[in-house]
């Protein structure tokens, strides 16, 4: 079974700041990691994933993230954020040959302030 | 091309009612997944059915919770007996096998 934990529930930053997501996760066997953004009355859509290979991945609007196995992390960052960067993020774990279901965190809120 | 679609986007219903919320996945999708979302809980995970296989239903919280997928497209969640703590915003996705999810925008479901 796989758990995922997202260690800031609200993140405030003003505009421009750098910021950090982190997300830390649990599992018994090898995991795809993923990390979806929900703007303001809008559905959940991909910001980016791992699967495989550099564990460094990059994903829209700036967004990266680094897989890192040894810390079981997957932490979301962005150099310089905007006001359109509020939102809520959510980390998600699958497990190898498990299946599509995600298992998501319970969210990060960005609160991105002029 | 058009998304996961969900129907209603509100329903309100009285304790103790069932109810049933729609979901049409994006065409030629295998996947189906249903989540929970409720204020401070995160996306819960519900049930899950890919293909012809028996559904993982792991997640569904109790047995007023149920969940049908016909002819491997339309999938309905029914909630039977409402209680309020059902109150929480229902997310439809789906995906290709195991490509990542896209998601609908969800019912909102108030138990009064």
């Known amino acids: 079974a796989q758990s995922v934990t997202q260690l800031d529930s609200q993140v405030p930053v003003f505009e421009e700041a750098p910021v950090e997501l982190r997300c830390n996760y649990s599992?018994?066997?090898?995991?795809?990691l993923f990390w979806y953004v929900q703007y303001p009355n809008q559905g959940l859509q991909l910001l980016l994933k791992?699967?495989?290979?550099?564990?460094l991945v990059k994903g829209i609007n700036g967004f990266e993230a680094e897989f890192n196995k040894s810390q079981t992390s997957f932490h979301l960052r962005k150099p310089s954020v905007h006001i359109s960067d509020t939102a809520e993020y959510f980390c998600a774990v699958r497990g190898y040959n498990q299946g599509g279901k995600l298992i998501f965190g319970q969210g990060t809120e960005l609160s991105v302030k002029p | 091309g058009a998304g996961v679609s969900q129907s209603p986007s509100n329903k309100v219903t009285e304790k103790g009612k069932d109810v049933e919320l729609r979901c049409d996945p994006i065409s030629g999708h295998t996947a189906l997944y249903w989540y929970r979302q409720s204020l401070g809980q995160g996306l819960e995970f519900l049930i899950y059915f890919q293909g012809n296989s028996a559904p993982d239903k792991s997640g569904l919280p109790s047995d007023r919770f149920s969940a049908e997928r016909t002819g491997g497209s339309v999938s309905t969640l029914t909630i039977q007996r409402t209680q309020q703590e059902d109150s929480a915003v229902y997310l439809c996705a789906s995906s290709l096998r195991e490509s990542p999810l896209h998601f609908g925008n969800g019912t909102r479901l108030t138990v009064t």
């Open positions: 791992y699967l495989s290979g550099s564990t």
């Open positions: 599992s018994s066997v090898s995991v795809y």
